[in-house]
């Protein structure tokens, strides 16, 4: 029987599936290529999921009765998964152009942070504004990443340190998650930085104690939502056993793990990860081969930021021994007043020529090996039967385009869609 659709991609020059067996993230030898279809048509149904996929002539015989709320014609152009970003800190106020002229004349990352800059700064701004005005800018963020291609991002608190600033970032994170159309992984993060006047060990325990049981009573009555937790496992930051006893709070009360480690010194994050069962842990600039290996054998995706190795002048992350060791390589954009950057094409461009990834594996990196960081690859990550209707179409015949073509992603994306809607 006829019926409706929302909407019809037709006639694509490459639809990039990334893969098409059901996989929740790709590895080693499957990451050589990604699934492409020549000649291909995509059906997404009212309901914001695939429908069909398949070549252009079978989908018009097939769905040849049936009606469209909208069809874009997509000769000659490419159509691929929305993007996934897998780590944003999206939701602040103030300015720190300042310390980008520091860092330019030399000053390092941990410097401007003893200085009072950094986070702290951040969170001095973030705590004084009002939510309205957290949820205006954040919502200005997420659109400027809309327009560069992602339609799925993980989102982080982690300015506020106090639960009262926690919290009222969350329900900023959380409103933005009904009201807008870019899927939200939501992130705790309130083990961003030392709070001024405490210890490690007393915030750990102000997290443990005060912040997660709220954070589970909160969720239980909708006010917030709260997929992830986060901690900045670093020296002078928060150490091994301090994140060791936050990240297990947090996945006692059904958070998955998700953390920043290993970015400035070694500190056995990765190995921690993995015998927690984290998902994800990003940064890695300075992870052990023993590390490595433990988080490919527990399948522990490593989120990759070339944006902060570019900007902080570090070394780059490992990602050739990673791919080749069989870890779950995925990227994140970063942003955040250090690393101000919305564009997922042009992390998968920084990705290739920085950290030495092929454009096959940078590919699958923003998009079904992010997802799976997040928790999220049987609904999002590729393009098949089943998956929410989030896609970038693009003008060009060839998909590499998206990131051979640095810097300028705002001539070649043509369309963003996020459950089937052009947004
Ligand atoms: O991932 N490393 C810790 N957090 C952020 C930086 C946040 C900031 O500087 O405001 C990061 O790079
Ligand atoms: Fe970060």
Known sequence: MPGGHRLLLENARQVVLVCARGERFLTRAALRSVAVLEGASLVVGTDGYIKAIGPADAIQRQFSEETFEERIDCSGKCVLPGLVDAHTHPVWAGERVHEFVMKLAGASYMEIHRAG??????????????????????????????????????????????????????????????????????????????????????AADDIVNNHLPKLKELGRSGEIHVDNIDVFCEKGVFDLSSTRRILQGGKD??????????????????????????????????????GIAAMATAKCAAVLLPTTAYMLRLKQPRARKMLDEGVIVALGSDFNPNAYCFSMPMVMHLACVNMKMSMPEALAAATINAAYALGKSHTHGSLEVGKQGDCVIINSSRWEHLIYQFGGHHELIEYVIAKGKVI
Do not use: W
Not at 254 to 267: T, Y
């Open 117 to 202: 800059g950094g986070i702290n700064f951040t969170v001095e701004c973030t705590r004084q504004a009002s939510e309205e005005e957290l949820f205006d800018s954040f919502q200005q963020r997420l659109q400027c990443m809309m327009r560069a291609g992602t339609t799925l991002v993980e989102c982080k608190s982690g300015y506020g340190l106090n639960l009262q600033t926690e919290l009222k970032m969350l329900r900023v994170i959380a409103r933005a998650r009904r009201e807008l159309d870019v899927s939200i992984s939501a992130t705790y993060c309130g083990a961003h930085s030392v709070p001024k006047g405490k210890t490690a060990t007393e």
């Open 253 to 290: 009360i059904g958070l998955q793990i998700n953390f920043h480690g290993d970015e400035l010194h070694p500190m056995k994050a990765a190995e921690l990860g993995a015998e927690l069962g984290a998902q994800a842990i990003s940064h890695l600039e300075e992870v052990s081969d023993e």
